[in-house]
């Protein structure tokens, strides 16, 4: 696997259309109005493409394999986030179901990239 840039990774790529989704949702009422988990959960999904890009960018296989973990961090968080809202109300379920399962797959993609770059590192 050889990728010249950032945006030729399918995890990035993935990582974009869920924030485009968290966007879309934040931007419905009730969480139009809740300031603060609306900022919270779009902090998250951004963290997720954004931490892909720079650990990319540093051209270093050991800070790309730290930035990949903090874009795995984030998608939990998102993951953690989206249940309470869903919870209490914010969130439609089928929103949160098709985010989550999709959050889970991107969480396992962005974990077998940091095996296979930790495995060419012997």
Do not use: C, H
């Not at 050991?62 to 795995?72: R, T």
């Not at 309470?84 to 914010?90: A, F, H, N, Q, T």
Request: glycine share 6%.
């Amino acid at each position: 696997m050889k990728a010249n840039s950032f945006e030729e990774l399918e995890i990035w790529q993935k990582s974009i259309e869920i924030g485009v989704r968290i966007y879309k949702i934040a931007d419905q009422v009730p969480l139009k109005n809740d300031y603060k988990s609306r900022d919270q959960l779009i902090g998250s999904a951004v963290s997720i493409s954004n931490n892909i890009a720079e650990g990319f960018e540093y051209n270093n296989r050991k800070q790309f394999m730290k930035f990949l973990g903090y874009a795995k961090g984030s998608a939990g968080e998102l993951r953690s986030q989206l249940a309470l809202l869903v919870k209490v109300g914010s969130v439609v379920e089928e929103d949160y179901t098709s985010l989550k399962q999709e959050l889970i797959i991107l969480s396992r993609q962005i974990k077998s990239l940091i095996n296979y770059l930790q495995k060419r590192e012997g």
